[in-house]
């Protein structure tokens, strides 16, 4: 189980990745949220935890569902360049193999 700076983080962590995906500053999510930017900064630095609320508003906001603000970096990242980094190699593997498939199915 997560400890209470664990979680500050993580959420801190996909607020601010969102966020910044959308080129969204800190203000424009507020607003689209409804909350205040001051909220908005502590929640992104890890100083605070998000009510449930505003949980509920912030994940509105980037058309979520809560619990994809909440789980831990480490399983599956926000960034889809992450993804890439992370699955690079087997993802190159998988095109090459189909390629090869259709290469050899259609040439045969």
């Not at 994940?59 to 789980?71: D, G, I, P």
Request: proline share 3%.
């Amino acid at each position: 189980m997560k400890n209470e700076q664990e979680l500050k983080e993580i959420l801190g962590h996909h607020i601010k990745v969102r966020r910044e995906n959308r080129n969204w500053t800190q203000e424009e999510l507020a607003v689209k949220a409804r909350v205040t930017k001051n909220a908005i900064c502590d929640i992104e630095a890890g100083h605070k935890f998000a009510r449930a609320k505003t949980l509920v508003l912030l994940a509105n906001a980037f058309e979520t569902e809560v619990y994809e603000l909440l789980k831990p970096k480490n399983v599956y990242p926000d960034n889809p360049s992450d993804l890439v980094t992370l699955y690079g190699e087997e993802v190159r593997e998988a095109i090459e193999e189909i390629n090869y498939r259709y290469n050899v199915k259609n040439h045969t």
